[in-house]
């Protein structure tokens, strides 16, 4: 398997431009616009009809797929298939390896520092649960959300409703960067890059030490001090 944050984007010109101010490594920009920060592939797509999700490559689906029919609508492609988890997140489903391998070991950590994968709100748990198992994540652990990951290293943190008291963009990647956060923050500030919210819920002096930003194309990005 082979695992592509999707993002779409207003124009593409916009969207590397944000990347690559955050230091993501541009490593394609012929059949498909790919960065990384060599955690996880970021694929741009400037079609007007991408959504914000996440898109798998595989031989074949058709197992999943009908697990997948009876809990949600499938639709199929000319490439496979898509669907959308109860919260609102595209997943794609590609049939046919991806012929992009990389080796990402050499590469540098963004800005954002310390990636630790999507985070997404559900307002229903269980059914979400299974659709994300169905397409091939493992639960590896719970404390106070459950997390899943799958054979290609993505993890997703899968939340409860009412349980983040902060603006939520599903789906939205997520940074822990403990004590090194306020120095981000402020390098995402020297960068000119706009801050959708800067959170002061969880500081008693009210400092903002946690925020969000947002590429062009509207995926969420949680920088937080946990």
Known sequence: MQT?????TNKIENSLEFYKKLNFE????QALTLVTDGT?????????????GV??????????VKKLEKLTAVTKTETGYFLSDTNGVWIYLIEGESEFNFDMSSVQASVLGNNMGLSLETTNFDKS???????????????????FKNEDGLIISLMQ????PHLFFNPSLTFF??????????????LGILIT??????????????IIIRDPGGYGFFLFND
């Open 26 to 29: 541009l490593i394609s920009e």
């Open 161 to 164: 409703p009412n349980n983040c």
């Open 197 to 210: 919210e800067g959170i002061t819920h969880f500081n008693k002096e009210g400092i903002v030490d946690n």
């Open 4 to 8: 592509f944050i999707h993002t779409p």
């Open 40 to 52: 996880v592939v970021i694929e741009i797509n400037p079609d007007r009809y991408a959504r914000a």
């Open 55 to 64: 898109k798998l490559h595989k031989a074949n689906w058709g197992n999943e």
């Open 129 to 147: 649960s299974q659709i994300w198992q169905t397409v091939g994540f493992i639960k590896t652990e719970e404390q106070g959300w459950v997390v």
């Open 177 to 190: 960067n403990g004590k090194n956060n306020p120095t981000i923050i402020q390098k995402i500030r020297d």
